[in-house]
């Protein structure tokens, strides 16, 4: 009866561990699918989270654009109506024909610059305000992407 004894113990035993094998093995598993489950939804929320931050962003750059675009045609327009009032104005005088005298003395405003002076400074501020509306507009978009 010894051995039959030693039998069912080691049967016994054999079965308690193939059972509690089987519901650890089965209770690890949920614990990973439920945490994969877990780590999914954040980073579809994620994923969420940063597509409706983009579509935030592309709108408020758009908004800048647009507002370039406006300050560029403003630009653009005062230097017209600049350049139209120039035209009128008399070409520089050859200096061969100005006594020296004159030139000397002669203290010029900006209403009394030749006319391709006029432009040519009138065109000049017009590029560096472009320029300027350029990087603040560059710098408001960085500092939103950010």
């Known amino acids: ?4 004894t030693t039998l069912i113990v080691v049967v016994f035993s054999v079965a308690t561990f193939a059972v509690g094998y089987d519901y650890g093995r089965r ?4 614990a990973w699918e439920e945490e994969r489950a877990v780590i999914a939804q954040k980073a579809l929320a994620a994923v969420q989270q940063a597509r409706e931050k983009e579509a935030k962003l592309v709108i408020e750059m758009e908004a800048q654009r647009r507002e370039y675009e406006k300050r560029v045609r403003s630009i653009s327009s005062q ?3 600049i350049l139209a009032g120039v035209r009128e104005r008399p070409d520089r005088s050859d200096s061969a024909t100005m006594s020296k005298t004159t030139t000397i003395n002669c203290v010029c405003t900006g209403a009394q610059l030749a006319r ?6 009138a065109r000049y501020a017009a590029d560096a305000e472009r320029l300027a509306e ?8 960085y500092e939103l992407a950010r």
């Open 27 to 30: 209770i690890t598993k949920l």
């Open 134 to 141: 350029v990087y603040n507009t560059c710098r408001t978009m």
């Open 116 to 121: 391709r002076d006029a432009e040519f400074l």
């Open 1 to 4: 009866m010894n051995w039959l």
């Open 79 to 81: 230097l017209d109506s």
